[in-house]
């Protein structure tokens, strides 16, 4: 065998069920995103610049990902690979930092839609982007709101 020989932790061979070592290593161990992301919410990259624990591995590809077009959580998660709450964490992450924005186009449904249920108010999804975009304008906000 030429060149240095590498050791793979057990927990990390194939067959040995560590799989799911790494996901909750990836998301430090959170298991909850810091905003409402459903699977069908609707990504977009944004202008911030990612900061040193989230420029490598998953998160660029992520960001990668969503300059190419506009891409679904499911979509991120079915492409990186990685379990669906896992990627919820890593893309709040991507939010919080302006990296990623929620697109307010992909989330409203028309009245005259055949997936409108709800008439002509707005969905869930319109008013978490909403509110994420008003936090990011006044930050201090949500503080004097509570």
């Known amino acids: ?79 990186v690979h990685l379990p669906l709450t896992a990627v919820r964490v890593l893309i709040s992450d991507l939010v919080d930092a302006r990296v990623l924005v929620l697109s307010v186009t992909a989330a409203y449904t028309p009245a005259d839609s055949p997936d409108s249920a709800a008439g002509d108010r707005p969905t869930q999804q319109l008013l978490e982007a909403l509110r994420a975009g008003l936090a990011r304008k006044w930050s201090d906000a949500e503080a004097k709101a509570c």
């Open 1 to 79: 065998m030429n060149g240095p020989r590498r050791h793979t932790p057990p927990a990390a061979q194939e067959g040995t069920g560590g799989a799911f070592v790494r996901p909750y290593l990836l998301t430090g161990g959170r298991t909850r995103p810091r905003h409402w992301l459903t699977p069908e919410t609707v990504l977009v990259a944004g202008d911030g610049r990612a900061g040193p624990g989230l420029s490598e591995g998953e998160y660029q590809q992520i960001v990668q990902l969503c300059r190419q077009r506009h891409r679904s959580v499911a979509e991120l998660a079915g492409t």
